[in-house]
């Protein structure tokens, strides 16, 4: 049996089914060409489907958890319907995996996966001892035993991630802070402060020793703080405070957050990764490189070459193909590496013009952002809408001089008079998050 690291990086077994690609057949059934769609429900409904089928269906599914929305309610139900319990503890692994993609992705299904892991634990095994010889009314084994355990796990992911989600819609309801308290007047936000201050305070303590940084024990906590990042941070859908700690980490050392980057990278550019995992690194990409203040220019410089390179590539490989038209389920992850270097130029521009006005410039102009939003594919669509007005006002305010061949010192004017824009920015903040614990705001400023 594979070992939960090997199996997850192991591609699925090959098995022999009929109909095409996941994704195709979901494109033909909302074009309304049922027949493939109809032989899909057929295929994940036999009851002798075998734990190769399974796993093959799922890794296809973990990967289109986009195309899931309330429109397929009916497949998800037979999704949730499979016998998944009492199989490998590979078909566990998979199946809890393909959960927590479609209910971060999906949160519509959030219920339906809730109800449907609490009846996996009713009702309960009965054991009965006669002659020695214990007798059970149910046939589970270990790999059984071992499901109810993730299931478990996953059963409390997923009513604290409920639990969350309505006490966050009664927050919106009942925005008040009594001016008289520090204290936040909604009891989930309060134990949120308190819980991020011991975590913050915690980070402090095996960090520095007679305060002073330990690199190794560092580097330590650095280490299991993103592997909780990757499986608990990275999946949730708008997650807006917890993952301050694994920025607050990265501002004690240089190579922490160069190191940061380097994973959210990697994990963007794998296409083995499922698109909803790659479109979320490209968003903390570009968070983390505009807001924080610890991260040089020269950092800033190299991550944008790194994403600028694979947009451009992207385009070249899509832009004669079948699939060059606008599409954020076919192009996810490209409209999120677009998102994340507009973003870090709108809040970075100042800083990549600073010292040499013309050699600012002129990296900027090799970027060719021109080619990016000017492709079939349509990024400025996809984006979020102030990001897009922002990005628009600045590509013109610093271009605008080459185009019209004005002199330096009316450009040196232009620049030095730009506190309108920098208001507007400043007022603007469409990915970060707000009301973050005060430690938070010390290195990211909203």
């Not at 199989?87 to 949160?107: K, P």
């Not at 699939?323 to 409209?335: K, M, Q, T």
Request: hydrophobic content about 40%.
């Amino acid at each position: 049996m594979l070992a939960g690291d090997d199996f997850i990086s192991s591609p699925p077994k090959k098995t022999v089914r009929f109909g095409g690609t996941l994704t195709d057949i979901l494109l033909k059934y909302e074009r309304g060409e049922t027949t493939d769609f109809e032989l899909l429900k057929h295929q994940l409904s036999d009851p002798d489907i075998k734990d190769a089928q399974i796993i093959n269906w799922l890794h296809e599914f973990r990967s289109s958890v986009t195309y899931l929305t309330k429109d397929f309610e009916q497949l998800v139900s037979i999704l949730l319907k499979l016998p998944w319990l009492r199989r490998s503890r590979e078909v566990v692994e998979e199946y809890l995996g393909f959960l927590g993609n479609l209910v971060s992705a999906q949160t519509v299904h959030l219920r339906p996966c809730l109800n449907m892991i609490v009846s996996q634990f009713v009702p309960p095994r009965v054991t009965i001892r006669e002659d020695d010889v214990d007798i059970s009314d149910s046939d589970d084994d270990e790999e059984s035993e071992y499901g109810r355990k993730y299931g478990l796990c996953m059963l409390l992911v997923c009513n604290h991630y409920l639990t969350y989600q309505e006490e966050d819609e009664e927050r919106k309801e009942n925005k008040v802070v009594s001016p008289s308290s520090e204290r936040m007047a909604h009891p989930l936000a309060e134990r949120l402060d308190i819980l991020m201050t011991i975590l913050f305070a915690y980070i402090k303590d095996v960090c520095h020793v007679d305060g002073k940084l330990d690199i190794n024990k560092t580097k330590d906590l650095y280490r299991d703080l993103v592997s909780v990042f990757d499986k608990l941070i990275l999946p949730t859908h708008a997650s807006c405070h917890v993952q301050y700690f694994i920025f607050h980490i990265c501002s004690l050392k240089l190579g922490l957050a160069e190191a940061f980057l380097d994973h959210l990278w990697k994990k963007l550019q794998d296409p083995n990764n499922p698109s909803v995992i790659r479109q979320t690194a490209g968003s903390y990409i570009g968070s983390f490189l505009a807001r924080a203040k610890f991260i040089p220019v020269v950092t800033v410089k190299a991550c944008l070459d790194l994403l600028v390179n694979w947009m451009h590539k992207y385009i070249d490989n899509q832009d004669t193909g079948a699939n060059a038209y606008c599409d954020v389920a076919l192009h996810g992850p490209f409209y999120s590496a677009c998102q994340a270097a507009f973003y870090t130029l709108i809040f970075r521009h100042k800083q990549l013009l600073d010292g040499n006005l013309r050699k600012g410039l002129s990296y900027l102009q090799s970027l060719n952002f021109e080619r990016i939003v000017m492709c079939q594919l349509n990024p400025l669509k996809i984006c979020i809408p102030s990001v897009v007005n922002l990005f628009a006002a600045i590509t013109r305010y610093l271009f605008c001089f080459l185009q019209f061949h004005l002199d330096t010192s009316l450009w040196m004017c232009m620049y030095n008079n730009s506190s309108y824009l920098e208001l507007e920015i400043c007022n603007t903040n469409p990915v970060s998050s707000t009301g973050s614990p005060s430690d938070c705001h010390a290195q990211y400023p909203h």
